[in-house]
């Protein structure tokens, strides 16, 4: 399960793990199917988190990162 931040989050808190695996797949954003990355973080412009406490590791594998995205 993938995180994505498009607006002021003052704290994050993921107790395991946060990863991603595969390419570019459906996801339902405001009522819409759009294609999106598989991306575990992405803060999209105008998001912004506070704090990020992460209790694991941080990790995407797969293809379809797309350009500007990193592991």
Known sequence: M???????LPHLEVR?????????GLSLVRGVQVELAAVALSVKPGGRI???TIGGRIAT???????????
């Open 61 to 71: 594998a797969g293809g379809g990162r797309g350009p500007g995205r990193r592991r």
């Open 2 to 8: 993938g995180v994505q931040v498009s607006r002021e």
């Open 50 to 52: 506070g704090t990020a």
């Open 16 to 24: 395991g793990d946060l990863t991603t695996s595969g390419g570019i």
